[in-house]
């Protein structure tokens, strides 16, 4: 089976968040909530409190496939500060597994150089933060194992992208009609 960790800092996106989870569980992929400030519970953007399922310092990062971003102010930035969390991604990045950011999180990445000569989206207004990177203006960009999305309003698309990823295209396609997201 595989294993997603979305990780969450005070302040993050909620719809961004919690899109992901919902779509990966109901395709059977293991995701797991994470706080990095390891509490039993984050509080997002929009005052919506939501319960992890584990602290930063509980996880094994050998038994994630994937790491995943949210996006949203300051959760963004309580994100790229927790340096547990970027040795992560950047090991994860040398070691071609899939990252992925939405909305304000990829600018993560491109502070971090992972975007260098890759196509890469971001929040509108945004995109001198991926340094380095090719800016596109589409819902989901995949360069390689990195996967960027713009924002809220695209959020099903990236958890597809990612599911599609991870599984297959068949069952990102067969969601996408389950949801009523394609018509």
């Known amino acids: 089976m595989k294993k997603v960790g979305v990780f969450f800092g005070t302040g993050f996106e909620e719809i961004e968040a919690l899109t992901v989870v919902d779509l990966l569980r109901r395709v059977d992929v293991e995701t797991v909530c994470v706080s990095i400030d390891n509490?039993?519970?984050v509080m997002g953007a929009?005052?919506?409190n939501v319960d992890m399922d584990a602290g930063i310092d509980e996880i094994d990062f050998n038994t994630l496939d994937m790491i995943v971003c949210p996006g949203g102010m300051p959760?963004?930035?309580n994100l790229e500060a927790c340096e547990k969390l970027t040795q992560q991604i950047k090991k994860?990045?040398?070691?071609?597994?899939?990252?992925?950011?939405?909305?304000?999180?990829?600018?993560?990445?491109?502070h971090m150089g992972l975007l260098k000569e890759r196509e890469a989206c971001i929040y509108p207004g945004m995109e001198e933060e991926l340094v380095g990177a090719k800016i596109v203006y589409d819902e989901v960009v995949q360069s390689e194992?990195?996967?960027t999305s713009r924002?809220?309003?695209?959020a099903i698309a990236f958890g597809l992208k990612i599911i599609e990823n991870l599984l297959d295209k068949d069952t990102a396609d067969?969601?996408?009609?389950?949801?009523v997201y394609y018509k």
């Open 39 to 41: 509490h039993k519970q």
């Open 46 to 48: 929009h005052d919506i």
């Open 75 to 77: 959760g963004t930035k």
């Open 92 to 110: 994860f990045y040398d070691n071609g597994k899939l990252i992925g950011a939405i909305c304000a999180a990829p600018m993560i990445f491109g």
């Open 145 to 147: 194992h990195v996967i």
């Open 151 to 154: 924002g809220m309003g695209t």
């Open 174 to 179: 067969s969601l996408g009609g389950k949801i």
